[in-house]
């Protein structure tokens, strides 16, 4: 799929760390919820990226923490991005009582997935602290039952998102058709280990590595699953087969390195 070269229409800044670039790309329109983009970063390079935001106007949601997105924070309304895609496998449309477990970032491609999901919809979401919560003005104008949960206690729960987790499921009896997750990557293995416990069907957004994002490079493989064409997200009867969940990744050199 080639390269598309797009103005951006639109920054948002969430938080100290994290801002929302809209675009506008025909390809992306009717994207599935949990796909990602490979965004082309003009002196940088390529970037996978997840879609925040999917209509007739997209975007990513981007954390300054490496060389490629920290430029990419330095751009305003009207630079100009690369865009190819969309790639991947996204989250599954499902109907019934839906609970949504984001931690950090990870709520970006779980957004679009809330949006486009009916039924009885309950979203946990984390973060270090409040000022580092994201969308949640979005989710509270949404037909949503929120929980918040921070690492230091300033707001919502004081602890992680799994503890809120337990609660729901054992303190309340709640019984949820399906779990969505996206986050850092030993909060999901705790998810994926308390949903297999339960008997609750899951779906988990991971990240690796990746240089190509169409199955290629083999840069983003995972116990013999490429991420970028099998993935970015995994059902709980495929992550439970996977060692690596939760353990290991490879960095840009293709070393094995603990998460």
Not at 88 to 103: C, D, N, P, R
Not at 210 to 230: E, F, H, P, Q, W
Request: charged share 25%.
């Amino acid at each position: 799929m080639p390269m598309r070269i797009h103005a951006i229409e639109k920054v948002v800044e969430n938080t100290p760390i994290h801002k929302t670039f809209y675009f506008s790309d025909e390809e992306c329109r009717n994207a599935e919820p949990g796909q990602f983009v490979m965004v082309w970063i003009p002196g940088i390079d390529e970037v996978p990226m997840s879609l925040s935001f999917i209509g007739r106007q997209q975007a990513v949601t981007v954390e300054a923490k490496g060389e490629g997105t920290k430029k990419m924070h330095e751009m305003k309304g009207g630079d100009k991005i690369g865009i190819r895609g969309p790639y991947g496998k996204g989250f599954s449309v499902h109907e019934g009582k839906l609970l949504f477990i984001a931690g950090g970032t990870g709520i970006a491609p779980l957004l679009p997935l809330i949006k486009m999901s009916k039924g009885e919809k309950t979203v946990v979401l984390g973060a270090r602290s409040s000022y580092l919560l994201l969308f949640e003005e979005e989710l509270n104008g949404m037909d949503v039952e929120l929980h918040i949960s921070t690492d230091d206690g300033s707001k919502g729960h004081k602890g992680f998102v799994t503890d809120l987790l337990e609660s729901l499921v054992e303190g309340t009896n709640k019984k949820f058709d399906m779990v969505y997750t996206c986050g850092p990557e030993m909060m999901m293995r705790k998810v994926l280990d308390f949903c297999l416990e339960h008997g609750i069907p899951m779906e988990a957004s991971l990240e690796r590595y990746m240089k190509c994002g169409i199955g290629i490079c083999g840069s983003c493989a995972i116990d013999g699953y490429l991420v970028c064409r099998d993935g970015p997200v995994f059902g709980s009867d495929v992550l439970s087969k996977i060692d690596d969940f939760g353990k290991w990744k490879r960095d840009e050199t293709g070393k094995k390195v603990e998460i």
